[in-house]
């Protein structure tokens, strides 16, 4: 019996031991992970555990772009908490799976630094991170109180625009549940711009070979004045007063989309006191860029706006801008745009015939488009 009673013992204190010693050795293997990553550096601050939970907290972690010449960093992303953990409700449905959950994180594109299109391409190193980090298929993923940035360090004013106040929730990504509906997985995202709000929503299939989905957007009241420093800088002119606001659908399956975006600028004013010391030059530009506003709007709303059809595959997507122009138009001197989602796309958008496609055609896309016209003509 005493023999037993010290194995017991001598058990239970290895197992202290493997508990107290268990967060430095995860620890320093993801820390030697991220300091290894191919163009990129990252540091984690400390790890907890939570074992009766199944789950672990990364605390205070950055992952920075390093430049492969100079071997500068440029600010990537870092998080407050990252609490990784198995989704329980999984597994009543015989699943082993994880979730994850982002608290307080930022994330930084960078021009010429750190981009998306960095991302796209480092895209296997980021998965094979995230399976270091998380061995389960992840199914729950949420991003709490998050900010996205984008930033120009090289464009005068420098440009940093950001959303903030960022809420992610994507559900069902590993297909746990209504695995037999076509668009199982869902993502959900609010954030604030600039005193507007932005309000997401996608149906998908996670699991696809190739991009499912159908989703919508809607971009409400940005406050324009607050964005007078990207304006400045990319368009050369600053405003005194309107907002702008935005509404998209889009579908894609098999590599092919179909979409539209219907941006909306209402109570537009560019030229005001702001531009009194502007150069002549710049005050001519302002006041041809106003008086464009003021043409092109609908007076009784007083807005500006259009809507742009988009549809192709995702090697050679196709804008219509013909179409854009010509709501523009309608607008302005026929029938106000209405400022809402439309809800005309869906899945099933993709798979509209040729012909259908064309008989929506605009009347300004017939009347300057010479090369269909004069197939038409032929085929008569």
Same mark, same amino acid.
């Given at each position: ?8 013992i001598s058990v239970f204190d290895l197992l202290i ?8 050795? =995860?620890?320093?293997?993801?820390? +030697? ?27 205070? /972690? ?7 010449? !100079? ?7 870092? !998080? ?15 699943? /082993?799976? &994880?979730?994850?959950?982002?608290? %307080? ?5 960078? +021009? ?16 094979? @991170? ?10 729950? $993923? ?18 940093? =625009? ?33 005193? &507007?709000?932005?309000? $997401? ?10 991009? +499912? $989905?159908?989703?919508?957007?809607e971009l409400r009241n940005t406050n324009l004045v ?8 990319? *368009?050369?002119f600053d405003v005194n007063r309107g907002t702008f606001?935005?509404?998209?659908? #889009? ?7 179909? *979409? ?9 004013? =560019? ?16 006041? #041809?860029? *106003? ?15 259009? +809507?742009?059809? #988009?549809?192709?595959?995702?090697? %050679? ?27 005309? /796309? ?6 509209? &015939? ?7 055609? *605009? =009347? @300004?896309?017939?009347?300057? %488009? ?11």
């Open positions: 019996m005493k023999i037993r009673y010290k194995i017991l031991i493997i508990r107290l010693l268990l967060p430095y050795v =995860v620890l320093h293997y993801a820390n +030697k992970t991220l300091a290894d990553m191919d163009g990129y550096y990252g540091h984690i601050k400390d790890v907890e555990l939570s074992i009766y939970r199944g789950a672990y907290i990364i605390k205070d /972690i950055y992952l920075n772009k390093v430049d492969l010449v !100079s071997k500068r960093q440029t600010e990537f992303f870092k !998080s407050g908490d990252i609490d990784l953990s198995i989704e329980w409700r999984a597994l009543f449905h015989r699943m /082993i799976v &994880g979730k994850l959950i982002f608290h %307080s994180s930022e994330l930084i594109f960078t +021009k010429d630094k750190a981009e998306l299109g960095d991302v796209r391409k480092d895209s296997s190193n980021f998965r094979k @991170l995230l399976k270091e980090f998380m061995p389960l298929k992840v199914n729950r $993923f949420e991003v709490i109180d998050g900010t996205i940035h984008y930033v120009d360090n090289s464009s005068s004013p420098e440009i940093d =625009v950001s959303l903030k106040q960022t809420h992610i929730l994507a559900l069902n990504l590993s297909n746990v549940t209504q695995n037999r509906i076509e668009l199982p997985s869902t993502v959900t995202a609010q954030a604030s711009v600039y005193e &507007g709000t932005l309000n $997401f929503n996608m149906k998908l299939d996670a699991l696809a070979d190739n991009a +499912k $989905f159908v989703l919508n957007a607050l964005l007078n420093a990207f304006l400045k800088a990319y *368009g050369n606001s935005l509404y998209t659908e #889009m579908a894609t399956k098999d590599g092919k989309f179909k *979409g539209y975006v219907k941006p909306f600028i209402k109570d537009l004013k =560019v030229v005001g006191p702001q531009d009194r010391n502007d150069s002549f030059l710049q005050k001519i530009w302002e006041h #041809m860029v *106003g008086a464009a506003g003021v043409l092109l709007k609908n007076q009784r709303k007083d807005q500006l706006a259009s +809507k742009i059809p #988009m549809e192709g595959t995702f090697n %050679s997507p196709k804008p219509d801008a013909l179409d854009g122009i010509w709501e523009v138009l309608r607008n302005a001197f026929i029938q106000a745009l209405i400022p809402s989602i439309d809800n005309e /796309i869906s899945i099933h958008s993709i798979t509209a &015939g040729a012909d259908q496609r064309e008989d929506k055609k *605009g =009347v @300004l896309w017939r009347m300057f %488009s010479p090369g269909k016209r004069n197939t038409e003509t032929k085929n008569e």
